[in-house]
């Protein structure tokens, strides 16, 4: 650690050292993050969210926006009938942007097919969380992408309801490989950040899946 020092006169004339902070301070810039998933998981990690429902999400080889390897609800076909859960990023310090809300964004690549919307009604969904306490709590977001609608599966025949049951988020077939850009709030930019994504499918009609591809934090 460096310390700059300074000279101060006192009262009687003489002179003292004053210690004027931590030159080694970490920037922001420091601290930004990307994830290409090329050489490995980098750390993410999924779990089932709801009690009764798969974990969807696997990482390795598929048509990912760059590179062999990406994560995916549909890695090895088409995703399951009640399946629930999300994909977390590891802990990440981005106290030393906090002063900068309004610059720091998220940004990822996604591309997804779910099942239809039919009677106005989105069955499987997709959306994105953040957490600036570690996971103890998660926060909507307001991504570039708007999301689709409301999902409202048809649960009944899994064992448990849903939590996402009336959550936001994208469903039916999306444009291929599409940017999303979101915008994080003071509230995210703490020593304990963390973003997942997460899915769920009800009880019936499957398809290809959600797939996501170079995440980054970035100004």
Not at 132 to 137: A, C, I, L, Q, V
């Amino acid at each position: 650690m460096t310390l700059l020092l300074a000279l101060a006169c006192t009262d009687k004339g003489s002179l003292e050292l004053i210690d004027s902070g931590d030159t080694d301070a970490v920037s922001c810039e420091e601290v930004l993050v990307a994830w290409s998933f090329d050489e490995g998981d980098e750390g993410w990690d999924s779990d089932e969210t709801d009690d009764g429902f798969d974990d969807p999400w696997d990482y390795g080889e598929t048509d990912c926006h760059s590179g062999d390897a990406c994560w995916s609800t549909g890695l090895d076909g088409e995703y399951g009938d009640c399946e629930a859960g999300a994909l977390v990023s590891p802990v990440i310090d981005l106290s030393p942007c906090a002063e900068r809300a309004g610059e720091v964004e998220l940004a990822f690549f996604h591309t997804y097919q779910m099942e239809d919307m039919s009677s106005d009604t989105w069955w499987d969904g997709a959306t994105v969380q953040v957490s600036g306490d570690g996971g103890e709590t998660w926060d909507d977001v307001d991504p570039s992408e708007a999301y689709t609608g409301t999902i409202t599966g048809n649960f009944s025949e899994c064992e448990d309801d849903s939590s996402y049951d009336g959550q936001q988020g994208w469903s039916g077939i999306g444009d291929g490989w599409d940017e999303v850009t979101i915008e994080l709030e003071p509230e995210a930019l703490t020593s304990q950040f963390q973003v997942r994504f997460w899915f769920v499918s009800d009880r019936a009609a499957t398809e290809a899946g959600w797939t996501i591809d170079d995440v980054e934090v970035r100004l």
